[in-house]
């Protein structure tokens, strides 16, 4: 049983769900249907596991974007995305051993090949390859992403904002060490790196959460190289309160203050873009729902 079917089996999504269609002048093929109700299966479990242990989280980005305009999904999208509290995210990340297969929570600590600076929750039995990163002996199963909230202080921000933007460029590389495809920019980066991937990754959240120990009136994402700086940063009244959002069918939290983060991060977020800058988020990726990474990767060619 491949992993959509075992979502429709599992009552996740009904099979009419996976069917093709058009949604808001945009097409959405069977693929991307397939994507969708493995990412929403996984985010169904992750909130079980939240739940089950009182951690808070957020719907965030485009995920919470897709909430309050189309009640799901943004048609042209194909990730989810959610953020929680500092204290809850390192939580969170001690719990792998809740995650049972195919689910599997991954950091630099729990595959240790793997270089990312925040967390995913990945269905195993599925596959989401990067192609330069594919030689990795990691987990490429498709995935939901977790960011940490931390308090943000704006003196030096910015000093910092870049250190960690660096140092996810060094992570970067170490994820290229086993490719031997590489072109010469890329041979240049692995030949010159000579550094420890998981005290890198340890050095990113230290400096993110380095003033967690006061309050202060922001919070921020500073794990990801999401540019401007600015971005990345809100207001922390915001986040006080959780208000749960329709997202497929299902109810998820949203921080009660989204009108201000959506519009921070969108502008008018109820105007849809441009025909011609909808399309695959991910557009990186090799994305195949029906196959094991394991299996995908042994067949996989570059085209």
Same mark, same amino acid.
Request: with cysteine; charged share 30%.
């Given at each position: 049983?491949?992993? $959509?079917?075992?979502? !429709?089996?599992?009552?996740? !999504?009904? /099979?009419?769900?996976?069917?093709?269609?058009?949604?808001?002048?945009f097409f959405v093929d069977s693929?991307?249907?397939?994507?969708?109700?493995?990412?929403?299966?996984?985010?169904?479990? +992750?909130?079980?596991?939240?739940?089950?242990?009182?951690?808070?989280?957020?719907?965030?980005?485009?995920?919470?974007?897709?909430?309050?305009?189309?009640?799901?999904?943004?048609?042209? %999208?194909?990730?989810?995305? &959610?953020?929680?509290?500092?204290?809850? +995210?390192?939580?969170l990340n001690t719990l792998q051993?809740? +995650?049972?297969?195919?689910?599997?929570?991954?950091?630099?600590?729990?595959?240790?090949?793997?270089?990312?600076?925040?967390?995913?929750?990945?269905?195993?039995?599925?596959?989401?390859?990067?192609?330069?990163?594919?030689? #990795?002996?990691?987990?490429?199963?498709?995935?939901?992403? &977790?960011?940490?909230?931390?308090?943000? &202080? $704006?003196?030096?921000?910015?000093?910092?904002?870049?250190?960690?933007?660096?140092?996810?460029?060094? *992570?970067?590389?170490?994820?290229?060490?086993?490719?031997?495809?590489?072109?010469?920019?890329?041979?240049?980066?692995?030949?010159?790196?000579?550094?420890?991937?998981?005290a890198d990754y340890k050095k990113?959240?230290?400096?993110?959460?380095?003033?967690?120990?006061?309050?202060? %009136?922001?919070?921020?994402?500073?794990?990801?190289?999401?540019?401007?700086?600015?971005?990345? !940063?809100? %207001?922390?009244?915001?986040?006080?309160?959780?208000?749960?959002?329709?997202?497929?069918?299902?109810?998820?939290?949203?921080?009660?203050?989204?009108? *201000?983060?959506?519009?921070?991060?969108?502008?008018?977020?109820?105007?849809?873009?441009?025909?011609?800058?909808?399309?695959? #988020?991910? /557009? #990186?990726? !090799?994305?195949?729902?029906?196959?094991?990474?394991?299996? +995908?990767?042994?067949?996989?060619?570059?085209?």
């Open positions: 049983m491949t992993e $959509p079917e075992r979502s !429709v089996a599992k009552g996740i !999504v009904p /099979s009419s769900f996976l069917q093709e269609e058009t949604i808001c002048d693929t991307r249907k397939k994507i969708w109700a493995i990412e929403l299966d996984i985010l169904i479990e +992750f909130d079980r596991i939240c739940k089950k242990h009182g951690l808070k989280y957020f719907l965030m980005c485009g995920t919470l974007l897709g909430a309050i305009r189309h009640k799901g999904f943004i048609p042209w %999208d194909d990730d989810i995305d &959610v953020a929680m509290p500092r204290d809850d +995210f390192n939580k051993d809740e +995650f049972k297969h195919p689910f599997f929570l991954q950091t630099p600590l729990t595959d240790k090949e793997f270089a990312g600076s925040h967390t995913c929750i990945r269905n195993t039995n599925t596959s989401a390859i990067s192609p330069i990163i594919r030689f #990795q002996k990691m987990n490429h199963g498709l995935f939901i992403d &977790v960011f940490a909230l931390d308090h943000f &202080v $704006p003196e030096g921000a910015e000093e910092r904002f870049a250190e960690i933007n660096q140092l996810n460029i060094e *992570n970067g590389t170490f994820m290229r060490l086993t490719n031997p495809e590489l072109n010469e920019k890329n041979r240049e980066r692995v030949k010159n790196y000579h550094r420890d991937h998981i990113i959240h230290e400096i993110a959460s380095k003033f967690n120990n006061q309050e202060t %009136d922001k919070l921020a994402i500073l794990t990801w190289t999401a540019e401007p700086l600015e971005q990345n !940063v809100w %207001d922390a009244k915001d986040f006080d309160e959780s208000v749960d959002v329709e997202f497929e069918g299902y109810r998820f939290p949203a921080p009660a203050g989204y009108r *201000n983060i959506l519009t921070q991060l969108f502008g008018n977020y109820m105007e849809f873009p441009p025909v011609e800058k909808r399309g695959a #988020q991910h /557009s #990186q990726y !090799v994305l195949d729902p029906d196959t094991p990474y394991a299996e +995908f990767l042994r067949t996989f060619k570059m085209g």
